[in-house]
Protein backbone atom coordinates (compact mmCIF):
# COMPACT_ATOMS: atom_id res chain seq x y z
CA UNK A 1 0.00 0.00 0.00
CA UNK A 2 1.39 2.99 -0.44
CA UNK A 3 2.23 5.86 1.67
CA UNK A 4 0.29 8.98 2.07
CA UNK A 5 2.65 12.16 0.62
CA UNK A 6 4.15 14.71 2.93
CA UNK A 7 2.11 18.24 2.65
CA UNK A 8 4.68 20.45 1.97
CA UNK A 9 4.49 23.32 4.35
CA UNK A 10 2.27 21.69 6.93
CA UNK A 11 2.24 24.02 10.15
CA UNK A 12 -0.11 23.43 13.31
CA UNK A 13 -0.62 26.82 14.04
CA UNK A 14 -1.64 27.78 10.51
CA UNK A 15 -5.19 28.41 10.13
CA UNK A 16 -7.37 24.85 10.65
CA UNK A 17 -9.04 26.64 6.62
CA UNK A 18 -5.25 27.21 5.27
CA UNK A 19 -4.15 23.16 6.45
CA UNK A 20 -7.56 22.17 4.65
CA UNK A 21 -5.89 23.59 1.40
CA UNK A 22 -2.58 22.25 1.71
CA UNK A 23 -3.77 18.87 2.78
CA UNK A 24 -7.17 18.36 0.35
CA UNK A 25 -4.61 19.58 -2.99
CA UNK A 26 -1.99 16.87 -2.16
CA UNK A 27 -4.66 13.86 -1.28
CA UNK A 28 -6.46 15.35 -4.75
CA UNK A 29 -2.94 14.64 -6.16
CA UNK A 30 -2.77 11.49 -5.12
CA UNK A 31 -5.70 9.74 -5.80
CA UNK A 32 -4.95 11.19 -9.49
CA UNK A 33 -1.01 9.93 -9.84
CA UNK A 34 -2.58 6.40 -9.09
CA UNK A 35 -5.38 6.16 -11.30
CA UNK A 36 -2.94 4.76 -14.36
CA UNK A 37 -3.92 0.76 -15.12
CA UNK A 38 -6.72 0.43 -12.38
CA UNK A 39 -8.80 -1.55 -14.64
CA UNK A 40 -6.08 -4.01 -15.20
CA UNK A 41 -7.47 -6.89 -13.67
CA UNK A 42 -4.16 -9.01 -13.27
CA UNK A 43 -2.48 -6.58 -10.98
CA UNK A 44 -4.59 -5.90 -8.68
CA UNK A 45 -2.26 -3.32 -6.49
CA UNK A 46 -2.75 -0.53 -8.67
CA UNK A 47 -6.39 -0.46 -8.16
CA UNK A 48 -5.89 -0.94 -4.39
CA UNK A 49 -3.46 1.77 -4.40
CA UNK A 50 -6.51 4.09 -6.05
CA UNK A 51 -8.54 3.08 -3.46
CA UNK A 52 -6.29 3.90 -0.29
CA UNK A 53 -6.03 7.10 -2.00
CA UNK A 54 -9.09 7.86 -2.63
CA UNK A 55 -10.42 6.95 1.06
CA UNK A 56 -7.47 8.62 2.08
CA UNK A 57 -8.73 12.21 0.52
CA UNK A 58 -12.38 11.48 1.47
CA UNK A 59 -11.42 11.50 5.01
CA UNK A 60 -8.86 14.48 4.27
CA UNK A 61 -12.56 16.27 3.02
CA UNK A 62 -14.36 15.02 5.88
CA UNK A 63 -12.25 16.29 8.57
CA UNK A 64 -11.61 19.84 6.91
CA UNK A 65 -15.72 19.92 5.66
CA UNK A 66 -16.28 23.18 8.26
CA UNK A 67 -13.43 25.21 5.97
CA UNK A 68 -15.08 24.72 2.67
CA UNK A 69 -18.52 26.06 1.17
CA UNK A 70 -21.29 23.62 2.42
CA UNK A 71 -23.27 23.11 -1.11
CA UNK A 72 -19.44 23.01 -2.99
CA UNK A 73 -17.96 20.66 -0.64
CA UNK A 74 -21.09 18.32 -0.22
CA UNK A 75 -20.91 17.62 -4.13
CA UNK A 76 -17.13 17.20 -4.22
CA UNK A 77 -17.34 14.55 -1.60
CA UNK A 78 -19.97 12.42 -2.99
CA UNK A 79 -18.40 12.52 -6.22
CA UNK A 80 -15.54 11.21 -3.88
CA UNK A 81 -17.34 8.71 -2.20
CA UNK A 82 -18.58 7.33 -5.65
CA UNK A 83 -15.40 6.78 -7.08
CA UNK A 84 -14.61 4.86 -3.61
CA UNK A 85 -17.69 2.53 -3.81
CA UNK A 86 -17.10 1.92 -7.52
CA UNK A 87 -13.35 1.00 -6.87
CA UNK A 88 -14.84 -0.96 -3.88
CA UNK A 89 -16.82 -3.03 -5.77
CA UNK A 90 -14.06 -4.19 -7.79
CA UNK A 91 -11.69 -4.50 -4.55
CA UNK A 92 -13.97 -6.47 -2.93
CA UNK A 93 -14.43 -9.27 -5.75
CA UNK A 94 -10.30 -9.19 -6.00
CA UNK A 95 -10.10 -9.41 -2.09
CA UNK A 96 -12.44 -12.57 -1.79
CA UNK A 97 -10.64 -14.27 -5.04
CA UNK A 98 -7.37 -14.17 -3.57
CA UNK A 99 -8.91 -15.45 -0.46
CA UNK A 100 -10.23 -18.56 -1.86
CA UNK A 101 -7.63 -19.43 -3.91
CA UNK A 102 -5.77 -19.66 -0.68
CA UNK A 103 -7.97 -21.90 0.86
CA UNK A 104 -7.58 -24.19 -1.89
CA UNK A 105 -4.78 -26.18 -0.79
CA UNK A 106 -5.86 -26.32 2.76
CA UNK A 107 -9.55 -28.08 2.02
CA UNK A 108 -10.43 -31.65 1.74
CA UNK A 109 -9.91 -32.71 -1.95
CA UNK A 110 -13.70 -33.57 -2.29
CA UNK A 111 -14.56 -29.63 -1.71
CA UNK A 112 -12.80 -28.28 -4.25
CA UNK A 113 -14.88 -28.49 -7.28
CA UNK A 114 -17.32 -26.79 -5.25
CA UNK A 115 -14.98 -23.98 -4.12
CA UNK A 116 -13.24 -23.70 -8.09
CA UNK A 117 -17.00 -22.86 -9.22
CA UNK A 118 -17.57 -20.41 -6.83
CA UNK A 119 -14.26 -18.20 -7.74
CA UNK A 120 -15.24 -18.76 -11.34
CA UNK A 121 -18.54 -17.17 -10.13
CA UNK A 122 -16.49 -14.41 -8.41
CA UNK A 123 -14.60 -13.83 -11.67
CA UNK A 124 -17.78 -13.06 -13.50
CA UNK A 125 -18.72 -10.48 -11.03
CA UNK A 126 -15.03 -9.19 -10.74
CA UNK A 127 -15.36 -8.80 -14.61
CA UNK A 128 -18.91 -6.79 -14.10
CA UNK A 129 -17.17 -5.27 -11.07
CA UNK A 130 -14.68 -3.66 -13.58
CA UNK A 131 -17.14 -2.10 -15.94
CA UNK A 132 -19.01 -0.82 -14.39
CA UNK A 133 -15.92 1.35 -12.60
CA UNK A 134 -14.89 2.16 -16.07
CA UNK A 135 -17.09 5.35 -16.43
CA UNK A 136 -15.69 6.49 -13.26
CA UNK A 137 -11.56 6.09 -14.02
CA UNK A 138 -12.70 7.61 -17.49
CA UNK A 139 -9.84 10.08 -18.29
CA UNK A 140 -12.86 13.04 -18.98
CA UNK A 141 -14.71 12.05 -15.34
CA UNK A 142 -11.41 12.43 -13.56
CA UNK A 143 -10.78 15.80 -15.32
CA UNK A 144 -14.00 16.87 -14.12
CA UNK A 145 -13.55 15.45 -10.45
CA UNK A 146 -10.06 17.42 -10.81
CA UNK A 147 -11.85 20.75 -11.46
CA UNK A 148 -14.30 20.11 -9.08
CA UNK A 149 -12.13 19.32 -6.06
CA UNK A 150 -9.18 22.53 -7.82
CA UNK A 151 -12.89 24.63 -7.82
CA UNK A 152 -13.33 23.71 -4.00
CA UNK A 153 -10.15 24.29 -2.59
CA UNK A 154 -10.05 28.02 -4.36
CA UNK A 155 -12.80 28.54 -2.56
CA UNK A 156 -11.90 28.00 0.40
CA UNK A 157 -8.43 29.97 -0.17
CA UNK A 158 -10.54 32.60 -0.89
CA UNK B 1 -21.57 3.92 9.31
CA UNK B 2 -21.89 7.74 9.76
CA UNK B 3 -19.04 9.61 11.28
CA UNK B 4 -20.34 11.95 14.76
CA UNK B 5 -19.98 15.28 14.05
CA UNK B 6 -17.60 17.11 16.07
CA UNK B 7 -18.68 20.34 17.89
CA UNK B 8 -16.75 23.70 17.67
CA UNK B 9 -14.30 23.63 14.92
CA UNK B 10 -13.56 26.85 13.96
CA UNK B 11 -11.91 27.41 10.51
CA UNK B 12 -9.87 30.51 11.55
CA UNK B 13 -8.72 29.39 14.48
CA UNK B 14 -5.22 26.90 14.36
CA UNK B 15 -5.19 23.93 13.31
CA UNK B 16 -4.11 22.38 16.21
CA UNK B 17 -6.51 22.92 18.76
CA UNK B 18 -9.26 21.83 16.00
CA UNK B 19 -7.34 18.82 15.62
CA UNK B 20 -7.53 17.61 19.04
CA UNK B 21 -11.12 18.07 19.07
CA UNK B 22 -11.63 15.77 16.05
CA UNK B 23 -9.36 13.15 17.30
CA UNK B 24 -11.04 13.04 20.81
CA UNK B 25 -14.11 12.92 19.20
CA UNK B 26 -12.88 9.67 16.82
CA UNK B 27 -11.42 8.24 19.95
CA UNK B 28 -14.09 8.24 22.16
CA UNK B 29 -16.23 7.09 18.96
CA UNK B 30 -13.74 4.20 18.82
CA UNK B 31 -14.32 3.41 22.57
CA UNK B 32 -17.88 3.60 22.17
CA UNK B 33 -18.54 0.74 20.22
CA UNK B 34 -15.63 -1.77 22.24
CA UNK B 35 -17.96 -2.82 25.37
CA UNK B 36 -20.86 -4.24 22.72
CA UNK B 37 -17.51 -5.33 19.77
CA UNK B 38 -15.90 -7.71 22.34
CA UNK B 39 -18.74 -10.01 22.58
CA UNK B 40 -18.05 -13.12 19.75
CA UNK B 41 -20.97 -12.78 17.74
CA UNK B 42 -21.33 -9.24 17.55
CA UNK B 43 -20.37 -8.70 14.10
CA UNK B 44 -21.93 -5.37 13.43
CA UNK B 45 -20.15 -4.04 16.62
CA UNK B 46 -16.92 -5.30 15.26
CA UNK B 47 -17.33 -3.88 11.58
CA UNK B 48 -18.65 -0.40 13.26
CA UNK B 49 -15.17 0.13 15.09
CA UNK B 50 -13.44 -1.20 12.64
CA UNK B 51 -14.83 2.11 10.43
CA UNK B 52 -13.85 3.82 13.80
CA UNK B 53 -10.29 2.43 13.92
CA UNK B 54 -10.20 3.67 10.30
CA UNK B 55 -11.15 7.16 10.99
CA UNK B 56 -9.17 7.42 13.52
CA UNK B 57 -5.97 6.34 12.28
CA UNK B 58 -6.34 8.67 9.10
CA UNK B 59 -7.18 11.65 11.24
CA UNK B 60 -3.74 11.16 13.31
CA UNK B 61 -1.76 10.41 9.67
CA UNK B 62 -3.45 14.03 8.64
CA UNK B 63 -1.89 15.98 11.82
CA UNK B 64 0.65 13.81 13.80
CA UNK B 65 2.91 16.47 13.51
CA UNK B 66 0.48 18.70 15.70
CA UNK B 67 1.13 16.39 18.78
CA UNK B 68 3.88 14.09 20.85
CA UNK B 69 5.42 10.43 19.29
CA UNK B 70 2.17 9.15 21.58
CA UNK B 71 0.51 9.97 17.93
CA UNK B 72 2.50 7.60 16.32
CA UNK B 73 1.82 4.88 18.83
CA UNK B 74 -1.90 5.37 18.70
CA UNK B 75 -1.59 5.30 14.69
CA UNK B 76 -0.07 1.91 14.92
CA UNK B 77 -2.16 0.85 17.20
CA UNK B 78 -5.21 1.90 15.21
CA UNK B 79 -3.45 0.62 12.29
CA UNK B 80 -3.47 -2.90 14.09
CA UNK B 81 -7.25 -2.68 15.09
CA UNK B 82 -8.54 -2.12 11.70
CA UNK B 83 -6.43 -4.79 10.15
CA UNK B 84 -7.67 -7.25 12.92
CA UNK B 85 -11.36 -6.21 12.87
CA UNK B 86 -10.69 -6.05 9.02
CA UNK B 87 -9.74 -10.04 8.62
CA UNK B 88 -12.92 -11.04 11.21
CA UNK B 89 -15.06 -8.93 8.49
CA UNK B 90 -13.52 -10.65 5.96
CA UNK B 91 -14.66 -13.76 7.39
CA UNK B 92 -18.10 -13.05 8.23
CA UNK B 93 -18.50 -12.02 4.56
CA UNK B 94 -17.06 -15.32 3.47
CA UNK B 95 -18.59 -17.60 5.66
CA UNK B 96 -21.74 -17.63 4.05
CA UNK B 97 -20.45 -17.71 0.55
CA UNK B 98 -18.65 -20.85 1.31
CA UNK B 99 -22.14 -22.57 2.27
CA UNK B 100 -22.08 -25.87 1.57
CA UNK B 101 -18.17 -26.62 1.61
CA UNK B 102 -17.97 -27.62 5.13
CA UNK B 103 -14.10 -27.74 5.19
CA UNK B 104 -13.54 -24.59 4.21
CA UNK B 105 -16.20 -23.07 6.79
CA UNK B 106 -14.75 -25.35 9.24
CA UNK B 107 -11.73 -23.65 8.31
CA UNK B 108 -12.74 -19.99 8.25
CA UNK B 109 -14.76 -20.24 11.58
CA UNK B 110 -11.46 -21.75 13.25
CA UNK B 111 -9.59 -18.51 12.05
CA UNK B 112 -12.42 -15.92 12.94
CA UNK B 113 -12.18 -17.24 16.54
CA UNK B 114 -8.33 -17.00 16.30
CA UNK B 115 -8.26 -13.86 14.97
CA UNK B 116 -11.39 -12.63 18.02
CA UNK B 117 -8.91 -13.74 20.69
CA UNK B 118 -6.32 -11.67 18.58
CA UNK B 119 -8.63 -8.58 18.93
CA UNK B 120 -9.73 -8.89 22.81
CA UNK B 121 -5.76 -9.02 23.36
CA UNK B 122 -4.87 -6.23 21.09
CA UNK B 123 -7.82 -4.11 22.99
CA UNK B 124 -6.73 -4.79 25.90
CA UNK B 125 -2.81 -4.01 25.67
CA UNK B 126 -3.49 -1.01 23.94
CA UNK B 127 -5.53 0.72 26.35
CA UNK B 128 -2.78 3.18 27.57
CA UNK B 129 -2.05 3.64 24.62
CA UNK B 130 -5.53 5.67 24.25
CA UNK B 131 -4.41 7.17 27.36
CA UNK B 132 -1.33 8.29 26.34
CA UNK B 133 -2.79 9.87 23.38
CA UNK B 134 -5.47 11.75 25.60
CA UNK B 135 -2.63 13.17 27.52
CA UNK B 136 -0.63 14.23 24.41
CA UNK B 137 -3.84 16.21 23.65
CA UNK B 138 -3.79 17.88 26.54
CA UNK B 139 -0.23 18.66 26.60
CA UNK B 140 -0.06 20.41 23.45
CA UNK B 141 -2.94 22.32 23.50
CA UNK B 142 -2.98 23.40 26.75
CA UNK B 143 0.58 24.61 26.53
CA UNK B 144 -0.45 26.20 23.54
CA UNK B 145 -3.16 27.87 25.17
CA UNK B 146 -1.15 29.22 27.91
CA UNK B 147 1.71 30.98 25.97
CA UNK B 148 -1.26 32.71 23.67
CA UNK B 149 -3.44 33.94 26.07
CA UNK B 150 -2.80 32.89 29.40
CA UNK B 151 -4.93 30.11 29.73
CA UNK B 152 -8.02 31.26 27.69
CA UNK B 153 -9.52 29.50 25.39
CA UNK B 154 -8.69 29.06 21.76
CA UNK B 155 -11.69 27.68 20.31
CA UNK B 156 -15.63 28.35 20.65
Not at chain 1, 111 to 136: H, V
Request: hydrophobic fraction near 40%; aromatic fraction near 6%; charged fraction near 35%.
Amino acid sequence: MARAREVPGFDCEESFAETAVRVVEVRAAEVFAHSEGVLEIGEIERLHDMRVATRRLRAALEVFAPCFPRKRHRKALKRVKQLADALGERRDRDVAIEFLEGLEEEILEGDRPALAAMIGRLREEQAQANEDLKPYVAAKRLKKLRRRLHGLVGKAKA
Amino acid sequence: MKAREVEGLDPAAPLRPNAARIVRARLDELRSFAPFALEKPASQAQHDMRIAAKRLRYVLEVVAPCFGPEVDAARSAAKRLQSVLGEIHDYDVMLPQVWGIESARRLLRERRERRFAEFVELWQAEAETWTALERSLDDHTFSLQKSKSGGGKEID
